[in-house]
Nanobody, 122 residues
Framework: QVQLVESGGGLVQAGDSLRLSCAASGRTFSNYAMGWFRQAPGKEREFVATISWNGDITSYADSVKGRFTISRENAKNTVYLQMNSLKPGDTAVYYC???????????????WGQGTQVTVAS
């Protein structure tokens, strides 16, 4: 029903900024809350940010609060993650995902992208 493709990852230096994009297919994109998760080598996938279907509600992990901003443009079927003041600890594969409602739990997300690598060098 929903296919998601992330882009925008890459290698940056600590303190730099990066914007990730997630393009969704299908006509039901606006019905879903969207989330960003990340997974570092040897670590479990962790919550980063989520946004409600109309953008009214957002939630962030404490580790990224104040540095990252999630947004969406439903007319473009796209969700973004603006990442500022990047730290080496932000290095991970970043995934976007779609859920029926806003959630911080991976189990609530029905559709996942393939991920995009973000590497922050010190």
């Amino acid at each position: 029903q929903v296919q998601l493709v992330e882009s925008g990852g890459g290698l940056v230096q600590a303190g730099d900024s990066l914007r990730l994009s997630c393009a969704a297919s299908g006509r039901t994109f606006s019905n879903y809350a969207m989330g960003w998760f990340r997974q570092a080598p040897g670590k479990e996938r962790e919550f980063v940010a989520t946004i409600s279907w109309n953008g009214d509600i957002t939630s962030y992990a404490d580790s990224v609060k104040g540095r990252f901003t999630i947004s969406r443009e439903n007319a473009k079927n796209t969700v973004y993650l603006q990442m500022n003041s990047l730290k080496p600890g932000d290095t991970a594969v970043y995934y976007c995902a779609a859920a029926p409602t806003v959630s911080r739990s991976t189990t609530m997300y029905n559709y996942w992208g393939q991920g995009t690598q973000v590497t922050v060098a010190s």
